[in-house]
């Protein structure tokens, strides 16, 4: 089973945004492919641009890698066992990203290798290899971001700077912060007192946030470049 672009364009048009990863998985399980598209090329789509550029440097193979990783999760007999294994003891993403990353790493050899025995993909004459494109800088910039963000501690850092990216604003993050805490049963205090989130409270944790994902960024880098 190979996957096709058109398919990114389908998900889009079915609303999965609102649901947490366990109803996700469980519609997948139950039957409904689009599902696990929405999490390949839309919720997780920037954590798997971040591992072909660590294992490729290039995002030439991400197509082939997603395919992969769709076949991994479904599965042998095609009833997604791997998914229905998942025992919710750790974040979903976080054990989804080891998936991804283990199988990026082990498929290096043989995506790179193909058509030549120096490792890369030899032309039609065989006498040299097909030039890989260019990084874009933006975005390669975006899935740094993404990467930094994703490695915050704080769960409000998190949701502020993503729905920011979303294009919501102060006020509306807020009332949405609101929301999640209602729905968590979770109440945050500071010196004593309840913290009711408002629009100054997100723009104090945002430059807070900022200053973290700089030194987050920063960090990444220096891994890439040690790596390569």
Not at 6 to 31: N, Q
Not at 42 to 48: F, G, V
Not at 50 to 76: H, P, V
Request: aromatic residues 14%; contains cysteine; glycine residues 6%.
């Amino acid at each position: 089973t190979y996957l096709v672009p058109f398919w990114k364009r389908l998900c889009d048009m079915i609303k999965y945004s609102e649901l947490p990863d366990k109803e996700i998985v469980d519609l997948i399980i139950a039957g409904n492919e689009e599902a696990m598209l929405y999490l390949l090329y839309d919720r997780y789509e920037n954590d798997l641009k971040f591992y072909a550029w660590r294992y490729y440097d290039s995002l030439a193979y991400l197509e082939d890698l997603i395919n992969y990783l769709y076949i991994q999760f479904k599965g042998k007999k095609g009833d997604w066992q791997p998914l229905k294994s998942f025992q919710w003891k750790c974040k979903f993403r976080t054990w989804f990203c080891s998936v991804a990353s283990h199988l990026f790493l082990e498929k290096r050899d043989e995506l790179i290798g193909l058509g030549g025995k120096d490792g890369s993909k030899g032309t039609d004459g065989g006498d040299k290899p097909i030039p890989e494109p260019t990084p874009e800088p933006e975005n390669q910039k975006l899935v740094m971001l993404m990467e930094a963000i994703n490695r915050l501690e704080n769960d409000d850092y998190r949701f502020i700077l993503i729905k920011e990216l979303e294009g919501y604003n102060h006020k509306e993050i807020a009332e949405m912060m609101v929301t999640k805490r209602k729905k968590e049963n979770k109440v945050t205090f500071y010196k004593g007192k309840i913290v009711v989130p408002d629009a100054h409270y997100v723009d104090m944790n945002k430059a807070r946030a900022l200053r973290e994902v700089k030194a987050i960024v920063e960090q990444i880098k220096k891994d890439w470049y040690e790596n390569k």
